[in-house]
């Protein structure tokens, strides 16, 4: 797994300029494509005061608590450890469930730093038989660039709260890339523990 790509995953996942969007456009987004819109609102507003953007700490800590509303960590950790979590002792699905988490938080947070000048707009949404399941569609435009497709597949959770669970650039899965990087290690060392150090350490850095 290259580190660009998780960086760009993650950047894309939750930067959503919001100017893009007059009062009446934004009020015809589709529930899911508010709370996307909605909680990138919060994160890109923070980060952008002197406050945040110059204390990589305190940035971190508010992210996380965004992150926590609009994406089902749970779900993408369990998801990205594919069959290996039947071999998990609970302790341990919780630890790797925290270091993930904490991963993502510092990987997106470091990513808004890097990313400046762009434009997001949303596609039509995908929805099938599932009234519980959509695809967020959205293309991400940059000066000199070429424009990136971007998907979210989102679910309902028991609450009846939309959460992110996944997101793909280009069709490339943010989790499965994961999945594929930890499945390796995971082969290598025969125990998820080697995947747990390997997390603490890069979240220590």
Known sequence: ????????????LFCLVTTLYPLNAAANLTPPQQIIQNSSDRIQQALSQPIYHNDFAKATQFVDGVVGDFVDMERVAILVLGRHIRQATPAQRQQFIKEFRTLLVRTYTKAFQEYT???ITFAPQISGEDPTRTIVRTIVNQPGQQPININYRMMKDRSGEW????????????????????NREITQTGSIDGVI???VDRNRR
Not at 1 to 12: E, V
Not at 163 to 178: A, C, H, P, Q
């Open 1 to 12: 797994m290259h580190n660009r790509r998780p960086l760009s995953l993650l950047f894309l």
């Open 197 to 199: 150090k390997m997390l």
């Open 163 to 182: 959460k992110v669970f996944d997101i793909l650039i280009e069709g490339v899965s943010l989790v499965t890339n994961y999945r594929s990087t930890f």
């Open 117 to 119: 000048d762009w434009q």
